[in-house]
């Protein structure tokens, strides 16, 4: 397996998670000093990490929130609520789902 095949199959998981639209966008702004990070994101994060079997995509996405969320990287959390109300697959959070997650969080 090389480099390129992990940045495309990391490609798929961060278009499920994120929403084409969203992905697209990110990469068409893409230049040649941000390239490279692009494909560092999308090889390890969504393609090493998200890939990992321990855990469902579900899972994953309330730890992002929380995380985000507890480090008030807004924009990044933002991003993640909108992408998990609106996932077309077993991983979108209902918005009572969602309630829970921020509950949970600021308890702590």
């Known amino acids: 397996m090389s480099r390129e ?3 495309e199959r990391g490609l798929v998981n961060r278009r499920a998670v994120l929403g084409e639209e969203w992905v697209q966008r990110s990469l068409d702004r893409a230049t040649t000093f ?3 990070y692009q494909n560092l994101i999308t090889r390890y994060a969504w393609h090493d990490i998200w890939s990992r079997p321990g855990l469902p995509h579900k ?3 309330m730890m992002v929130l929380a995380v985000t969320l507890s480090l008030g990287r807004w924009e990044e959390f933002e991003l993640h609520v909108r992408a ?3 996932a077309k697959d077993d991983s979108r959070l209902s918005p009572d789902e969602l309630k829970e997650v921020l509950l949970q969080n600021a308890i702590y």
Request: hydrophobic share 40%; aromatic share 8%.
């Open 34 to 36: 941000t390239a490279d």
């Open 5 to 7: 095949d992990d940045f």
């Open 84 to 86: 998990a109300l609106t």
């Open 59 to 61: 899972a994953r996405r």
